[in-house]
């Protein structure tokens, strides 16, 4: 059965940081590359970060450059997003996404949110 679950939401005070986990199970994590996209109410859900499978190339949104990190651990089958610097803006659903290197299929996580407030 696969599935991404994702943790490591909530909320914090604009300038904190928070650290997303999402972890793969029921395929060959390895075989996928990883993203975060974020969706905030009334807006489209766009790509955070990604990441390909070996974690040589990584790619940022230019609103997040700079703030947020993204990694990944195979030995875990775990995909993370470090955000710091967190400002209001950043409050949205934040998704976890992978996509097969060898066909076509990708899975989501359910969704965590993260809120910036004071």
């Known amino acids: 059965q696969v599935q991404l679950v994702e943790s490591g939401g909530g909320l914090v005070q604009p300038g904190g940081s928070l650290r997303l986990s999402c972890a793969a199970s029921?395929?060959?994590?390895?075989?996928?590359?990883g993203a975060w996209y974020r969706q905030a109410p009334g807006k489209e859900r766009e790509l955070v970060a990604a990441?390909?499978?070996?974690?040589?190339?990584?790619n940022y949104a230019d609103s997040v450059k700079g703030r947020f990190t993204i990694s990944r651990d195979n030995a875990k089958n775990t995909v993370y997003l470090q955000m710091n610097s967190l400002k209001p803006e950043d409050t949205a659903a934040y998704y976890c996404?992978?996509?097969?290197?060898?066909?076509?299929?990708?899975?989501w996580g359910q969704g965590t949110q993260v809120t910036v407030s004071s």
């Open positions: 996404n992978v996509v097969s290197l060898y066909e076509r299929r990708q899975y």
């Open positions: 029921g395929f060959t994590f390895s075989d996928y590359n």
């Open positions: 990441i390909t499978s070996t974690g040589g190339t990584i």
